[in-house]
């Protein structure tokens, strides 16, 4: 099974899908446009929480970072008046200096990926979207900025105006991608943000040409008209689309084939070109996730 993900959205789908599924069977294609070097590492952070999440280690009240974290070195980093843009936890840090010293020791993302997932004890396979360098950029009336210091240093606030995706045109699905890919007939793409989560991965150079040859459920994120988590209301609009499932549906439309909506959204998608089902959606406890996931293991 090969799930498409982004932020809190998917990774909540991830952990009731690893108690009803064989987790070996998983396929986790992860958004890295929105990685960043903090005081010397690298940060994925969606990446990360599929990582946290296969390993049962996340945080999920928060769904990002390590339950029971420290901030040690973070906070001793501000009393140096070196305050990080991201407030790290010092497990989570541990993550980043193992990745970054396997990167600068000549390893792909990938392959360091795949090295920390063992060193978790995840049996899954988790691909980052790709081994070149992407960024998402939000364009704001004030400046351009990276998608963490939109969403994690300004707290989502700033006007958008649009969203970019740097080093978009030149990069490629990693060939460990294309491999998963071409060795299933279903794709699902997971409720996360379908802008800055999802719609990086579709950006990559014939993955969309891919999709149109697969069968491809995806699981909308939104829910009448606001989103169940991050910032996806003000992205999408920035983007213009449509602030509901039928936005989703347009983000989609190209390869789609099943989508999935809540059965409390009121939106009126059901004349929409593909096949809709309706289901409860938010997984407000492991008992929902595992529910939805049954749910997605049952259409594969």
């Known amino acids: ?26 396929k986790v294609i992860v958004n890295t446009a929105e990685d960043m070097w903090v005081s010397g590492n690298l940060v994925c952070p969606d990446v990360d929480s599929v990582l946290y999440t296969l390993s049962s280690l ?79 950029i939000i364009h704001t009336p004030d400046k351009k900025m990276h998608f963490q210091e939109f969403w994690v240093e300004r707290k989502g606030e700033p006007i958008v105006n ?16 294309i491999c998963a890919l071409e060795s299933e007939d279903t794709v699902m793409i997971g409720p996360s943000n379908p802008i800055t989560s999802i ?11 891919i999709l149109k040859d697969k069968f491809v459920i995806a699981i909308s994120p939104i829910i009448g008209k606001r989103a169940v988590s991050g910032p996806v209301e003000k992205l999408m609009a920035a983007c213009g689309y449509e602030v509901s499932s039928l936005g989703v549906f347009e983000c ?20 929409l070109s593909v096949d809709i089902l309706r289901t409860d959606t938010l997984m407000s406890d492991l008992c929902k996730s595992k529910e939805l996931a049954r749910v997605m293991i049952d259409l594969a």
């Open 162 to 177: 649009n969203v970019d995706i740097e080093g978009i045109k030149d990069a490629k699905p990693s060939e460990s991608v």
């Open 58 to 136: 996340i945080d999920d009240n928060k769904w990002w970072g390590m339950k029971d974290d420290t901030f040690i070195t973070h906070e001793a980093l501000k009393y140096l008046n070196l305050d990080e843009s991201m407030m790290l936890g010092d497990r989570d840090r541990a993550t980043h200096i193992a990745r970054s010293d396997l990167l600068r020791a000549g390893m792909t993302l990938t392959e360091a990926t795949a090295k920390i997932a063992s060193g978790f004890g995840i049996r899954a396979k988790i691909l980052p979207m790709s081994d070149d360098h992407l960024e998402t």
């Open 199 to 209: 719609g990086p991965i579709l950006s990559l150079n014939g993955l969309v040409d």
């Open 1 to 26: 099974m090969i799930i498409l993900s982004g932020g809190t959205g998917t990774p909540k789908l991830l952990s009731g899908l690893k108690e009803v599924y064989a987790e070996e069977n998983i």
């Open 252 to 271: 989609y439309k190209e390869f789609l084939d099943l989508f999935i909506v809540d059965v409390k959204d009121d939106c009126l998608v059901d004349d």
